[in-house]
T-cell receptor, first 116, second 113 residues
Framework: KAGVTQTPRYLIKTRGQQVTLSCSPISGHRSVSWYQQTPGQGLQFLFEYFSETQRNKGNFPGRFSGRQFSNSRSEMNVSTLELGDSALYLC???????????????FGNGTRLTVT | LAKTTQPISMDSYEGQEVNITCSHNNIATNDYITWYQQFPSQGPRFIIQGYKTKVTNEVASLFIPADRKSSTLSLPRVSLSDTAVYYCLVGDGRAGGSYIPTFGRGTSLIVHP
């Protein structure tokens, strides 16, 4: 089975722009969750989608949004970029919704976003 | 809200056993404890998961005391390739029925020759 694929791998944007990141989960996985990783704050949960519906959301402003398609692929959008949005954005897939017993997360290698 | 605490860094030598402890005082009754390993420029990789007592797989063991307020990841006979950051993950309660994965800040393990 192919692993979780995230595109693009690297991205450079300027303040005020918006960006869309893509995540293709492992085949058959219907849960996709997104995370922001920075040296200062560590790994922080953004949101989770399952069967095209957002189930959970972390403590991030509304500039961070996402969606999931019928094939379980997911996109994350960040609008009005700020310098502090520079981070590694990771997505993870699992076969069942987050919180289910024995449902480890399978992570992609992330998109490195740099905002200048 | 659940919060996890781990040592920031640890050093070891090849062939030694390494134990990394994570504190999670407010773990919810239904939450499992999961550990991940992360190498630079890669996403975290699942190592082991448990609910109580002891779990062992081919790469690690996980010890969870009866009160479940902490857990210890044990890596037997580490090698240089075990140099990585290790995260413990527990849920963040069931507020409103939602589940918020809460990662610790990670423990940077450096294995020396």
């Amino acid at each position: 089975k192919a692993g979780v694929t995230q595109t693009p791998r690297y991205l450079i944007k300027t303040r005020g722009q918006q960006v869309t990141l893509s995540c293709s989960p492992i085949s058959g996985h219907r849960s996709v969750s997104w995370y922001q990783q920075t040296p200062g704050q560590g790994l922080q949960f953004l949101f989770e989608y399952f069967s095209e519906t957002q189930r959970n959301k972390g403590n991030f402003p509304g500039r961070f949004s996402g969606r999931q398609f019928s094939n379980s692929r997911s996109e994350m959008n960040v609008s009005t970029l700020e310098l502090g949005d520079s981070a590694l954005y990771l997505c993870a897939s699992s076969s069942i919704p987050l919180g289910g017993n024995n449902s480890p997360l399978h992570f992609g290698n992330g998109t490195r976003l740099t905002v200048t | 809200l659940a919060k996890t605490t781990q040592p920031i860094s640890m050093d070891s030598y090849e062939g030694q056993e390494v134990n990394i402890t994570c504190s999670h005082n407010n773990i919810a009754t239904n939450d499992y404890i999961t550990w991940y390993q992360q190498f630079p420029s890669q996403g975290p990789r699942f190592i082991i998961q448990g609910y109580k007592t002891k779990v062992t797989n081919e790469v690690a063991s996980l010890f969870i005391p009866a009160d479940r307020k902490s857990s210890t990841l044990s890596l037997p006979r580490v090698s240089l390739s075990d140099t990585a950051v290790y995260y413990c993950l527990v849920g963040d309660g069931r507020a409103g029925g939602s589940y918020i994965p809460t990662f610790g800040r990670g423990t940077s393990l450096i294995v020396h020759p």
